[in-house]
């Protein structure tokens, strides 16, 4: 029998998702709530009369918003199909990595969404550590998926890598290691 690593998780790697619609089409009233929070005046992103003259030929979205269009609703309920880290997640939370935090994010921003039109991801599984990792939280395994976003004739408009930390709580009677 090997480790965990190698009998559960590595066999995931690589997989990737069916292309998955986002719920909504790029709408300028998400772009506005983004914009307002991010203070953003660029007017390719509110300005329809600019946007009409600029390169884009109408409004579009900021890329940094590439995440909200894969975020499934809270209601009514739209579970996304499974995804290529659900296996991984199941199997280290039977073995009692029961904790998540996020800690790591990048894109790459390609082109830009345009209004009114629909955006597809897929969702691949890109690594796992290879082994538990001592951090102040508990023993951890990290898991690391990268989104790849299109427009609807296939043309990519960027990535984005995530990486969470699947983690053990420690109990008070553990020591704490080593920083």
């Known amino acids: ?7 559960r998780l590595r ?3 690589g997989n990737e998702s069916e292309p998955i619609e986002a719920v909504d089409a790029v709408c300028p009233q998400m772009i506005r709530h983004w914009v307002e929070i991010m203070e953003d005046r660029n007017p390719a992103y509110s300005d329809p009369e600019w946007a009409g003259t600029s390169r884009h030929g109408g409004l579009v979205a900021p890329g940094s918003m590439m995440q909200v269009w894969s975020m499934a609703p809270h209601w009514p309920e739209r579970p996304l199909p499974d995804l290529p880290f659900a296996p991984v997640d199941e199997a280290l939370e039977e073995a009692g990595y029961t904790e998540i935090v996020a800690t790591e994010q990048s894109q790459t921003i390609t082109a830009l969404a345009k209004v009114g039109e629909p955006v597809t991801f897929t969702v691949r599984l ?38 969470y930390m699947r983690y053990r709580p420690q109990t008070e009677d553990t020591e704490e290691p080593a920083a």
Request: aromatic share 14%; net charge negative.
């Open 126 to 163: 890109t690594d796992v550590s290879d082994s538990e990792h001592k951090t102040r939280l508990g023993e951890a395994y990290f898991v690391t998926f990268e989104y790849r976003f299109s427009d609807p004739r296939g043309d990519l408009l960027g990535t984005q890598s995530f990486t």
């Open 11 to 13: 066999q995931h790697i």
């Open 1 to 7: 029998m090997g480790t965990l690593y190698e009998d």
